[in-house]
Structure formats: C-alpha cells, structure tokens
C-alpha cells in the first residue's frame, strides 16, 4: 500500500488529485496540505509515505529533500505546465510531473517512485506547453460570461458566491454552467476546474478574468 501525503495551495488541484489517486486500491491518501507550514508534520508524523507536492509552494530542495530521507519517504514534484523539472530531479527528489499530467500517468509515477525508482518523469514531462489545442478550442466556444463563471469556479467559489460577484441568480449560474459542462465534455466543476487548469490556453485566460474580477475590473 502506497501512504500519500497531497501538498498543494491550489485546493481544487488537490482535490481532484485526491479523487482520482484513491480510485486507486493501492493508494491511501493519509494526509492533505495548503502549506509548507503543515507540509512539514506530516512527513514527520507519516512516515514511509510519498510526498507530492507543488512546485508553487516554493520550498526549497535543499532543506526538502534531507527531511524527506530522513522520514523515510520518497518526494514527487507536481509543477506548473512548462515549468522545467530537471533542477528538482538534480536536487533529490525522486519523480515530477505537471499540473497537465492525466491521472494514469501520474498514478505510474507514483508507483514507480513507490517501489524505489529515481528519476522517474510521468508521460509528457518533457513535452512543455506545447500547442494546446483543445483548450484554444474550447477557449474559443464559451462566451465572455461563462468564461468568468469558469475562472471562479477554479478559484473554488460556489454559485451563491459567484452569483453575487456577477449580479445575477444562483439558477441563472446553474443553467451556464449545464452550458459550459457541454462545451468541455465534463460533469461536474470539479472536472471543469480541473479540465481547465490541464489546459494552458484556457487556464491562462480564466486566470487573467479571475484577477480582473477580483480587483472590480
């Protein structure tokens, strides 16, 4: 049984990564993390765990990676699209992925890191952002409105709140998003947060409304 330990300040990452690792029988999320403050008793508590953690929350390899050893787990780096994952892999830690990486491809990871493997890069590491063609497509069939519900559902709001934000009713925002759940092929907003945020064209323009709306723009 492979003991995992999430660390991610993007919560809707989080939990999608939780929901599609624990469809797994071998995988056992033991512990979940916003932060490097909570990251670091949980690897002292659960030991002989793996520690997936994002790249985002900034820590640093050197003082990471003793700590990791010394618990007797092993680390995998989950870092942004396009971000090289070579200076992590020289620092110690034991696999890296994106934030693209689909969930069989991050669950080999995981196994492989599990059962000793170093360097251990998940299909598509190397690639870069490359030509996102999907999300250009899908960028390209939702309207200005339901583009904005898309960039507050990635940052977790609900559609009370996002109905607020956007002046209008919770059942308006309910019939957008049945809408927008036939334009990306997804069921639910957890899919659609993380459809969007595994596609680089229409995470950066979500995140681009999101910070527009945030600041009353």
Request: with cysteine.
């Amino acid at each position: 049984m492979n003991k995992l330990i999430l660390a991610d300040n993007q919560a809707i990452f989080r939990a999608g990564t939780a929901k599609i690792l624990a469809m797994e029988d071998d995988f056992r999320i033991i512990a979940q993390c916003a932060d490097a403050d909570r990251l670091l008793p949980a690897l002292d508590t659960f030991r002989g765990s793996i520690l997936l953690f994002a790249s985002s929350l900034k820590l640093d390899p050197q003082s990471l990676v003793p700590r990791v050893l010394g618990a007797g787990s092993h680390s995998i780096v989950i870092a942004e699209n396009g971000e090289p994952v070579q200076p992590w892999l020289q620092a110690g830690v034991n696999g890296a992925a994106h934030r693209s990486v689909t969930g069989p491809s991050l669950a080999e990871c995981v196994r492989r890191v599990g059962a000793g493997e170093r360097h251990v890069r998940a299909n598509g590491v190397d690639a870069g952002a490359g030509e996102d063609t999907v999300g250009s497509r899908v960028r390209e069939r939702l309207t200005p409105k339901e583009l904005k519900i898309v960039a507050l559902i990635v940052q977790g709001c609900k559609n009370k709140e996002i109905a607020l934000r956007l002046t209008t009713t919770e059942q308006v925002i309910k019939n957008y998003l049945r809408s927008i759940y036939d334009k990306t092929g997804v069921s639910d907003r957890l899919e659609l947060a993380l459809f969007t945020i595994h596609h680089r064209i229409l995470a950066e323009a979500a995140q681009a409304i999101g910070e527009q709306i945030m600041q009353g723009l």
